[in-house]
């Protein structure tokens, strides 16, 4: 250990591992050259500091390159400060497999959808390999399943997925049932979301969603235009005009007892994303929204798609000659991300009851109380799903691939998965990326598809989460203070990035004599 607790003089850091510099450019509000500023996140305790341009330059070349006055705050920042400590290696070295996040079961209750999403990866709904919905057996196993894998005092959290869930209301209901009857009996803390294209409301659902307070993430991509064109019925029909009455009506009748979250796949160069993003927020419905890039398959060399559905098989696995574009990283759509976390902020309106963008905040929250992931999801972790075959899988995405299954539903875990529970700080890659706390070391599911490895990087969806990390930071730095501290005590419900699992460091507050670090300046 180095530090302020340690007496030994604090150990070089250096850029791009330890510490991430990154300017704020004249269309971040801060003028060019050496009046500017650059944000500096420092990676082992995610503090964040404000720095002049020239400055952070000299930074950026390494901390042998500041000039004295700017070395010796920069070495108060380390010794008094406790800036660049090494809390987040140490917290990961001690964490537990069930820390950081629920145990959750992804419940995958039915083959059958009514939609022709352009990018699903389920194959339609039936992975390939689903031929029936779950049925009453599998209540039994998925409950045994809990007793056996949470730990005690853990909350238990159930996803309720598919194809398309609201097609089976009645096992849904059923499991609600069961956990509020153990919920009475010992005490257990039971959270229900439903990921869903919400075009189905059965009788029975906005009384069962208001009663147990569901989180409803909906399938819905911004306004008409791109969502009919997105997310087609199998008939050819458009769906955002059955999807938005069932939003009204989930509205009306269950109030603030639901937690609304728009889950947005961008697929689209036009509309541009902060007006797909506006369409949706001016209906003042959602309290959250998720914002994915789509991900499509091409031939390499060219970015024209085989297909739009990554359901075909032959596609799903990686095979010579094809790669797969992540639609943020195109030229023109990098330009439109950067353009809506500048427009960000504004969002937050106090007439509207949008609460954030559930990755981003996720974000904000490891930097503004100094916390860090553990993992990038808890796929194999804390979180399984139980299919109505009868398997379990680490993964949601992978469930039509049975060499991932790990157990039945009948007889628990039969196979150890060790592939699922490396920590980032040994990955060959990612343990040297200033952004590992942050991240987590990117999603197995992309690795696979890309390269035949869950631990061999997708480098395409590297570069996704190094330019959200980025553009994420930068907006931290030139936010308000009353931004900065907005309470996010909800994203532990909200299973963020499949539950990716975070705890606190433990971190000091800052230090209120932030003078005495000029010419840096300490935000968080």
Not at 154 to 162: H, P, S, W
Not at 223 to 234: C, S
Not at 392 to 404: A, K, N, T, Y
Not at 424 to 429: G, I, Q
Request: aromatic residues 8%.
């Amino acid at each position: 250990m180095t530090g302020p607790e340690s007496g030994a003089p604090p150990t070089a850091l250096r850029h791009g591992t330890d510490y991430r510099v990154l300017p704020l450019a004249a269309e971040d509000g801060e003028g060019p050259g050496d009046g500017g500023t650059a944000a500096v996140l420092v990676t082992g305790d995610h503090r964040l500091l404000l720095a002049p341009a020239a400055t952070a330059r000299r930074l950026e070349a390494g901390e042998d390159h500041l000039l004295p006055h700017e070395r010796r705050a920069w070495d108060r920042l380390r010794s008094e400060a406790g800036v660049g400590a090494d809390t987040h290696r140490t917290l990961l070295a001690r964490s537990a497999l069930s820390d950081g996040a629920d145990f959750a079961v992804n419940v995958n209750l039915t083959n059958v959808c009514n939609l022709a999403c352009a990018y699903c990866f389920a194959e339609g709904g039936d992975y390939g390999r689903i031929t029936e919905a779950m049925g009453e057996h599998s209540i039994a196993w998925i409950f045994d399943f809990v007793a056996a894998h949470a730990a005690p005092g853990q909350r238990v959290r159930f996803e309720f997925f598919g194809g398309e869930p609201l097609a089976n209301l009645a096992v849904i209901r059923r499991i609600c049932e069961r956990a509020e009857g153990l919920a009475e009996r010992d005490g257990t803390r039971f959270l229900y979301r439903v990921s869903t294209n919400l075009t189905l409301l059965p009788p029975g659902t906005t009384e069962l969603f208001r009663d147990h307070r569901f989180i409803v993430s909906v399938s819905i991509d911004g306004g008409r235009q791109v969502q009919d064109a997105n997310r087609p019925a199998k008939n050819g029909k458009g769906s955002y005009d059955r999807i938005l009455r069932n939003l009204r009506r989930l509205r009306e009748e269950c109030g603030d007892a639901v937690t609304l979250v728009a889950r947005m796949t961008i697929a689209t160069a036009e509309p541009r994303l902060k007006d797909s993003v506006r369409d949706l927020w001016r209906l003042d419905l959602f309290d959250h929204f998720q914002i994915y890039p789509g991900v499509y398959p091409v031939r390499t060399g060219t970015t024209i798609p085989i297909a739009l559905t990554l359901g075909d098989r032959t596609l799903s696995e990686p095979q010579g000659g094809i790669r797969y574009i992540n639609h943020f990283l195109q030229p023109g759509i990098v330009e439109q991300f950067k353009e809506f976390l500048l427009d960000y902020p504004s969002l937050f309106d106090a007439g509207n009851r949008f609460k954030g963008v559930l990755e981003y905040e996720r974000t904000v929250q490891m930097i503004t109380e100094g916390a860090a992931a553990l993992a990038f999801c808890s796929g194999g972790r804390t979180y399984y799903t139980h299919s109505p075959d009868g398997s379990i899988s680490p993964c949601h995405r992978l469930v039509g691939d049975e060499s991932f299954d790990v157990g039945t539903g009948e007889r628990g875990i039969t196979r150890e998965h060790p592939e699922w529970h490396g920590s980032v700080d040994r990955h060959p890659v990612c343990g040297g990326c200033w952004a590992r706390y942050l991240c987590g070391g990117g999603c197995r599911q992309e690795n696979h598809v890309a390269t035949g490895d869950l631990d061999t990087l997708n480098t395409e969806s590297c570069q996704y989460q190094l330019m959200l990390a980025e553009e994420v930071v930068k907006m931290l730095a030139r936010a308000t203070t009353a931004y900065r501290e907005r309470s996010r005590t909800r994203y532990d419900d909200l299973f963020v990035s499949c539950g990716r699992p975070v705890l606190p460091s433990g971190r000091a507050a800052v230090p209120t004599l932030t003078e005495e670090y000029a010419p840096f300046r300490l935000l968080c």
